[in-house]
């Protein structure tokens, strides 16, 4: 369902979803730009640099890390880079990781899989032909994987004869990669087993890989579209830090071999740990969406009179909402508290104009706002222990680097520490901040 500017309070839980923007009409009536607001400059626009990036490296993969934090508005960026490359005719696939697979526990091996299907469905839309002899390849490989035999391609009565099945299709191939999506995303023990199959056997899933990548770039060729693959893989950042650690430094030479244009969510906890500078060996130069900055830290002091960042969360909600919904001071109390992360943000509109309804009111009040404000403060202080406070009071003190320190990694996991511009400074999220000060957190001693 497309989303409707909201000019009465009943329509604010639709225009305030924390769903991302994702068609061309959601992007054209909702999005506003927020570059210079986020990194100081507008010509660092992530979508257009990307797109150029990917347009003067036509002969030499891109595999990219993309991070920021939950909830910043990466998932919106992504699309508007999907949509712009699919103007320019690019073979691009968008793959949401958090939704198709087992964001809690996925191996390195899912995600190869995951972009062979992404590969041959996009294949399917764009009616591009993938050799028999390659769709051969891919079945006679699943098929001598014995769990996956067992449960998925006898199931679709697939004879398999020397490792090849006779006249197989498409449909077929589809078929068995859907079955095994499912039982990866659900079945724990089939899981545990087809895993235990795959890992020692992942060169021979490279190779069926790069036999559809080369089959699509033969194609592509004779269209004379842009030959080279372009795959967005949205919600890695989502999973846990031991397992993205694993999938990223450990076996992230697998992903640096694929010919294709590859950019991944990554988790931003993850960059504040020494680990970091080598998974960048496989996923060099990463891009950052920092967070919309309500201030300005330069060198010691916050800048006065910067009033950007204020006035660029302003603009996203009016792209939203008829700002006369909000009664006088209601929504610059609600983005000043919210410290320029539009989930909070959003969540707090949301739940103000919900009370507002109660009370069957046109629009938002004070209390109202507060009243969300106190339950999102109440949540993000719940998430970090006593033992981080030391870590934040330095952080208000004026000590706003950020540091690859196990506590920043913690406080950046939950929200309670944020990154701004780009040039790693970050800050106490301010609904933090008030409640440590509040209860005499940040004095002396």
Partial sequence: ??????????????????????????????????????TGDKYSDFVDSM?????????????????????????????????????????????????????????????????????????????????????????????SIQEV??????????????????????????????KIKGILKSSEETKRQIRQSISPRSSELMARIKEVIDNLEEELQCRNYPKMPFIILDGLDKIPLEQARKIFKENGSKFAELPIHLLVTFPIALTYTEEYRNIQIWLPNPEKLPMIKLKNWVKDHYESGYTEGTETMRRIVEKRADLGLFENGVLDLLISQTGGYIRDLFRCIGKAAIRARVRRADTISI?????????????????????????????????????SSEEITKLMQVGAVLEYNGTRWCDLHPLVEKWLLEHQKLGAG
């Fill in 149 to 178: 035999n067992a449960t998925v391609c006898q199931q679709k009565e697939m004879e398999v004869e020397g490792g090849f099945s006779a006249g197989v299709k498409l449909k077929n191939v589809l078929e068995i990669m859907a």
């Fill in 1 to 38: 369902m497309e989303q409707t500017r909201a000019t009465q309070l009943v329509q604010m839980q639709d225009a305030f979803s924390p769903s991302p923007l994702h068609t061309e009409e959601e992007l054209r009536n909702f999005y506003y730009e927020t570059t210079e607001a986020r």
């Fill in 367 to 403: 209390e109202d706002a507060e009243l969300a404000l106190n339950l999102l403060e109440s949540d993000i202080n719940g998430c970090y222990s006593s033992d981080l406070i030391p870590a934040m009071k330095d952080i208000y003190e004026g000590h706003k680097h950020v540091n």
């Fill in 51 to 143: 797109v150029i990036r990917a347009e003067d490296s036509g002969n030499s993969a891109l595999h990219k890390l993309f991070i920021g934090h939950a909830g910043s508005g990466k998932t919106t960026e992504l699309f508007r880079l999907y949509h712009k490359l699919k103007e320019k005719n690019y073979f691009v696939c968008f793959g949401r990781c958090d939704i198709d697979l087992d964001s809690g526990d996925v191996e390195y091996t899912e995600v190869l899989f995951y972009i062979l299907d992404l590969l041959i469905r996009e294949a399917k839309e764009k009616d591009i032909e993938i050799k028999e002899n390659v769709l051969s390849d891919i079945v006679a490989y699943w098929t």
